[in-house]
């Protein structure tokens, strides 16, 4: 398959290939499928049969699961480097989440077979599929702890650190969130509707804390949106 420009710093911060010598990093890369997806399409859906497993080496995706009632929360989202859908290579269950892709993205992927073979070859890739299942239980575990303790406006501004951390890219106004991102895609990561994110929102703009455009968002002062994602005395702006 083609070798993609950054591949080399792409997979250094790969948690599926994690203490795999650099070439056998590449091993695995060249022995997987190359595959090219444009934004808003799916690179697997919740319920499909599980078969295939991917890592980002360009592009945005983010990982939805459907309730019962229909309604879609956005469990995170993932850039370069991540490796989706690992239960393929632990377990025959379906994809419990679907992966829908934001930004056009490249991706090198393998069939449950031949992921299995790369396994016994190199063990320390099941052990690192392990950590990452734990890793995203622990998270999802959080993030219900979340909506359960913390009020609205705390649970925004936590997952607004969390993107500037995963995506943050410098301008001369602050730290923007490299992707685009809708207020609706806040409410479904918090657990809230469009309508409160709105109010938030336009009160920190107010504030000189974040500027917005179309699906952007811009952090203008850390520390204050720090303070309200902690929830310190000091800064109570908002209350019920």
């Known amino acids: 398959m083609p070798m993609h420009k950054d591949l080399e710093t792409i997979l250094s911060h790969c948690k599926f290939l994690k203490g795999l010598t650099p070439e056998e990093k590449i091993s695995v890369i060249e022995n997987g499928r190359s595959t090219?997806?444009?934004?808003?399409?799916?690179?697997?859906?919740?319920?499909?049969?599980?078969?295939?497993?991917?890592?980002?080496?360009?592009?945005?995706?983010?990982?939805?699961?459907?309730?019962?009632?229909?309604?879609?929360?956005?469990?995170?989202?993932?850039?370069?480097?991540?490796?989706?859908?690992?239960?393929?290579?632990?377990?025959?269950?379906p994809y419990p989440l679907s992966a829908e892709i934001v930004e056009d993205c490249e991706a090198v992927s393998w069939q449950r077979e031949d992921l299995h073979k790369l396994m016994l070859r190199y063990p320390q890739m099941a052990l690192n599929g392990l950590d990452m299942l734990a890793e995203r239980f622990r998270v999802l575990q959080l993030r219900f702890q979340e909506i359960a303790t913390q009020r609205v406006e705390q649970r925004i501004a936590r997952t607004l650190m969390r993107l500037v951390k995963?995506?943050?890219?410098?301008?001369?106004?602050?730290?923007?969130?490299?992707?685009?991102?809708?207020?609706?895609?806040?409410?479904?990561?918090?657990?809230?509707?469009v309508y409160q994110v709105s109010r938030i929102v336009s009160k920190w703009e107010q504030d000189g804390l974040i500027k917005t455009g179309r699906k952007r968002f811009t952090l203008l002062q850390a520390h204050g949106m720090v303070a309200i994602a902690e929830d310190l005395p000091e800064v109570t702006p908002y209350k019920h």
């Open 36 to 93: 090219h997806k444009p934004a808003d399409e799916y690179l697997f859906h919740q319920g499909e049969p599980s078969d295939t497993m991917y890592i980002l080496l360009s592009g945005r995706i983010k990982l939805t699961q459907l309730t019962d009632s229909g309604q879609q929360v956005i469990v995170d989202y993932f850039g370069p480097g991540a490796g989706l859908g690992i239960v393929v290579g632990l377990s025959k269950m």
């Open 166 to 193: 995963q995506f943050g890219a410098k301008t001369e106004d602050g730290i923007r969130i490299d992707m685009p991102l809708a207020r609706q895609d806040l409410a479904q990561m918090t657990g809230t509707n």
